[in-house]
């Protein structure tokens, strides 16, 4: 029998693959095609190698084949197309050794055991996938199969097995880790933003290497040297101060090919002038995530002629149609950043000016635009940059993941930053939300300023340097030796109530200089085998470990306060009392 037209076919022609492809179904109709690669496999097909097809298999292939056509043609994005291959050629390989049925009533029951399979491989010890990527793999197939053998959502094939999405628990973060990741993320947008500033239309097609000017303190130096294809050679020669007889004549060769050009088209010998166009527009790419919080894989497809601006207070209102949702998504940006877009724009129009998208790039080695524009995936150019100057890249997923945590820290408020982040409320929560150490103790902060029964107006100055309302009352805490809080013993403050610790370093000074009192009041009797004292002193230890564990800036309070003591420099308040016992 002769195989039937298997080529998965998309709306899209001018991306179009064709015969031998990866888009190119065929192979699965051999027996051993599953197990080869696709240029491999129709190698061997077009010598005969693999027989004939395999009539058993054609519903099946078929079948597929009609569910991808049929998920690229509802709005699915052709970049999830090899995705859905891998995932079934994985499966069909599978059937293939073990000699399984390809028969569309039997699928259900292989897809079992294909799922048994990979729990196996994922649980034991040294497994070769992680239990989430078994999950993935199996999940993905569900989904395909499923619709195949129209299984309601309800019903999945996936559920039917033991294996489990499980997520890691989010650890939380600290504040010092925070300030990093900001200082991190702002230092690599100001970078961007001078690459951006330093490579415009005229700087293209100007003398090479380009120089950057870059704002200090974000790099050694105060520039940074775009070479764009120059030759080794030419780079020595561009710092060579010799002026040997060669060396002149080296000089007066690379000078010819780093002088202005007309066009950046590649010719024989010349310098790769469309790097530094694909290097502008992958900086362009990721400050443009950084602004409107998109994910990759959306704002990758944005295309150029659909973005429709709206005034909207402090900023704009951007609408642009989206293939997968079949309609006109909306996005933010802030207002300041437009007159950077439409820079952008027209940095565009005249690099690419019949490109449907909005951020494309050059391919075929500078010829041609590239369709797969997989610079805006890997960011070699950038990376390289980045790694040469010692700078900490932070990733697309990084850099919208800090975002919305920023927004949500700033705002406090879950539904405006899953807005602002075109997300639900329960996807902020499950996938984006990172506990923050800081977000919680400012929440704590509000919860007992605004529960706490003394109001702030009400306090008072306690005896101790702390404050508290003036009426005393017990602790259910306070030990029997310790005398009953009376507003006029300083220990029974420290089992009041009503009492209140003050964050300050003249608190902390206050608290070591009544320890060190109260270690020498214990030290007096020494005849006795515990008294107050010993307890006072174990309650103001306590306080001052937690001011000491707290921050760092809170440490370097108790650490500069227990200085002064050593040295004989008491608070004000307890001065009198220990130098007359020290007496």
């Known amino acids: 029998m002769t195989a039937p037209d298997l080529l998965i076919k998309y709306s899209d022609g001018e991306h179009a693959r064709g015969y031998g492809s990866q888009y190119d179904l065929s192979r699965f109709m051999y027996s051993g095609g599953a197990r080869l690669r696709s240029n491999l496999a129709y190698q061997k097909i077009a010598k005969d190698e693999l027989g004939r097809p395999k009539a058993d298999r054609m519903n099946l292939v078929i079948a597929i084949k009609e569910e991808l056509e049929s998920r690229l043609h509802s709005g699915h994005s052709i970049k999830s197309l090899p995705h859905y291959l891998v995932t079934l050629t994985e499966f069909l390989r599978f059937l293939e050794s073990g000699e399984y049925s390809f028969a569309l009533s039997d699928i259900e029951a ?5 799922a048994e399979y990979l729990f196996v491989r994922s649980t034991r010890k040294g497994g070769s996938i992680s239990q989430q990527s078994a999950y993935i793999k199996a999940a993905t197939l569900s989904s395909i199969l499923g619709s195949i053998l129209r299984i309601p959502e309800t019903l999945r094939l996936v559920n039917r097995t033991r294996l489990r999405s499980k997520k890691g628990r989010v650890k939380a973060v600290s504040s010092r880790a925070e300030k990093q990741n900001l200082e991190v993320t702002f230092k690599q947008g ?43 050679l030419e780079r020595k020669i561009s710092h060579n101060s010799e002026r040997t007889t060669k060396g002149k004549w080296l000089q007066l060769e690379a000078l010819k090919r780093r002088e202005t050009v ?37 704002a990758k497809e944005l295309g150029r002629s659909a973005l429709k601006y709206k005034p909207l207070g402090d900023s704009w209102q951007v609408r642009c149609y989206k293939n997968r949702k079949g309609g006109e998504i909306c996005f933010q940006i ?250």
């Open 262 to 298: 007309s066009d950046i088209r590649p010719r024989k010998g010349g310098a790769k002038r469309w790097h530094l166009v694909n290097l502008r527009v992958q900086a362009e790419f990721l400050i443009f995530i950084a602004q409107t919080g998109m994910n990759l894989s959306q």
């Open 190 to 232: 100001n970078f961007l933003v001078d690459i951006v500033e330093g490579v415009s239309k005229e700087s293209v097609f100007g003398p090479l290497p380009l120089k950057v000017k870059i704002r200090a303190g974000l790099i050694d130096g105060s520039e940074v040297l775009l070479y764009a294809g120059l030759t080794e």
């Open 334 to 583: 802030y207002k300041s950043y437009k007159p950077f877009l439409e820079r952008f724009r027209a940095f565009v129009n005249h690099f690419f000016p019949d490109s449907p998208y909005f951020f494309p790039q050059f391919g075929d080695k500078g010829k041609n635009e590239s369709h797969v524009r997989s610079g805006l995936n890997s960011f070699l150019m950038l990376k390289k940059i980045f790694e040469m100057h010692a700078l900490a890249w932070v990733t697309p997923r990084e850099l919208r993941n800090t975002r919305v945590n920023w927004l949500l820290r700033r705002s406090g408020d879950h539904d405006l930053t899953a807005e602002m982040a075109q997300h639900t409320s329960k996807v902020l929560r499950e996938s984006y939300e990172r506990p923050s150490q800081q977000r919680a103790m400012v929440e704590v902060a509000h919860f007992w300023n605004k529960h706490d029964p003394i109001q702030k107006k009400d306090l008072k100055l306690s005896v101790i340097a702390s404050t508290c309302s003036g009426t005393p009352e017990s602790a259910t805490s306070r030990p029997e030796a310790v005398v009953k809080p009376n507003c006029v013993n300083p220990s029974g403050c420290l089992w009041c109530t009503h009492h209140r610790d003050v964050d300050s370093q003249d608190y902390v000074w206050s608290l070591s200089s009544f320890r060190h009192l109260k270690t020498i009041e214990a030290g007096i009797a020494m005849g006795h085998k515990e008294v107050p004292s010993d307890l006072v002193v174990d309650r103001l230890s306590e306080k001052l470990a937690w001011f000491e564990g707290s921050s760092s800036a809170r440490s370097s309070w108790v650490v500069e306060a227990q200085a002064r003591i050593e040295e004989g420099y008491y608070h004000p308040n307890w001065a009198p009392i220990i130098e007359l016992l020290e007496k």
């Open 110 to 114: 292989n897809y079992v055991e294909y």
